[in-house]
C-alpha cells in the first residue's frame, strides 16, 4: 500500500512513548551481524578503531538521530542470534531478513532492500546450476538459524544444509575443502569471491524476502514510529545515500509500502 509519510515535525508527539520502549535511558542499542566484509546487511569491524561499520550501523546512527538519543551497537555472529537479542531485550532494534519464524520472535517495520539468496560453489565442486547443489553427497552449508538455510533446508531434496556459526566459519570450511556450496543472500555472497579463489556464484535464486528493521514485541509505539522512519529515510534519499558510501551503487532501495 501507499500513503502520505508523516513530516518529522508530526513525529514529536510519540518521541517519548518510543523512547521508553527503545531507548529509556537515553542510548539506543542496535543489534548487528559480523562478517568478514560489510554489505548491505552484515558489518565488519574498523581494524583501527574497533568500530563496527556497514549499511545498519548508518540507519541506527540515522534512528538515534531521529530519537535524539545516543547510540551503541551490539555485534553478533549471526542474524539468529541478533533476533533473539531483540526478542528477549538485549538490544532495542535490528535490522534482518524476515521470515514467518522470526515474525514469531519479533514485529517487522518495512523493508529497505529486497534480497534473493543462492550459494557459493566451489571451483572443485563441479557445481554449475542450483539442480547441482541439490545431489546427494554435495556438502552445503548456512548460517545456523538464518531466513537463508531454513530455506535452504525447505528446497534441498537430495542433500541437507549443515550449519555453521558465522560467514567467517564458513569461508574456514570453503577454502579447507570440508565444503562445497555456501547458501547466503548475493550481494553478501559477491565479496567473497575474491576471498575464495576458483569460487562461483550460482545463477538464479531458492529464495526471495526482505531485510527490514525489527522491534521486540509489545512495543506499538515503537513500532509506529520505525515504520514512519523507514519510510521517511528512503523517500528522502537516506538510504540511497547510505548505499552508495558504501560502494553499494549498483544494489536498489526497497520500494515504499
Do not use: W
Not at 508523516?6 to 548487528?32: F, I, K, T, Y
Not at 574498523?46 to 531521529?66: H, I, K, N, Q
Not at 517487522?108 to 571451483?123: K, R
Amino acid at each position: 500500500m501507499t500513503g502520505a509519510i508523516q513530516p518529522e515535525s508530526e513525529l514529536e508527539p510519540q518521541r517519548s512513548l518510543v523512547r521508553a520502549e527503545l531507548a529509556s535511558e537515553g542510548l539506543l542499542l542496535v543489534g548487528v551481524v559480523e562478517a568478514p566484509n560489510a554489505g548491505i546487511f552484515f558489518v565488519s569491524t574498523d581494524a583501527a578503531t574497533g568500530y563496527p561499520r556497514g549499511v545498519t550501523v548508518a540507519l541506527g546512527a540515522e534512528l538515534a538521530r531521529s530519537l535524539a538519543v545516543g547510540v551503541e551497537y551490539r555485534v553478533f555472529p549471526n542474524s539468529g542470534e541478533c533476533t533473539d537479542a531483540v526478542s528477549n531485550g538485549s538490544v532495542a532494534v535490528a535490522f534482518m531478513p524476515v521470515d514467518d519464524e522470526r515474525r514469531s520472535k519479533v514485529d517487522f517495520g518495512p523493508a529497505y532492500y529486497q534480497l534473493e539468496s543462492t550459494y557459493l560453489a566451489t571451483s572443485e565442486s563441479g557445481i554449475a546450476t542450483l539442480a547441482d547443489v541439490d545431489v546427494a553427497g554435495v556438502r552445503v552449508i548456512g548460517i545456523a538459524n538464518t531466513t537463508t538455510i531454513r530455506a535452504a533446508a525447505r528446497t534441498l531434496t537430495n542433500t541437507r544444509p549443515d550449519a555453521v556459526r558465522s560467514v567467517a566459519e564458513a569461508v574456514q570450511r570453503l577454502m579447507t575443502g570440508t565444503a562445497d556450496a555456501f547458501a547466503l543472500s548475493r550481494d553478501a555472497l559477491a565479496p567473497l569471491l575474491v576471498t575464495i579463489p576458483g569460487s562461483h556464484i550460482v545463477d538464479g535464486s531458492f529464495h526471495r524476502t526482505n531485510i527490514a528493521i525489527a522491534v521486540a514485541k509489545e512495543h506499538p509505539a515503537a513500532l509506529v514510529y520505525v515504520t514512519a522512519f523507514i519510510e521517511r529515510v528512503k523517500a528522502s534519499g537516506v538510504v540511497r545515500r547510505i548505499f552508495d558510501d558504501a560502494g553499494l551503487e549498483r544494489e536498489a532501495v526497497a520500494p515504499p509500502i
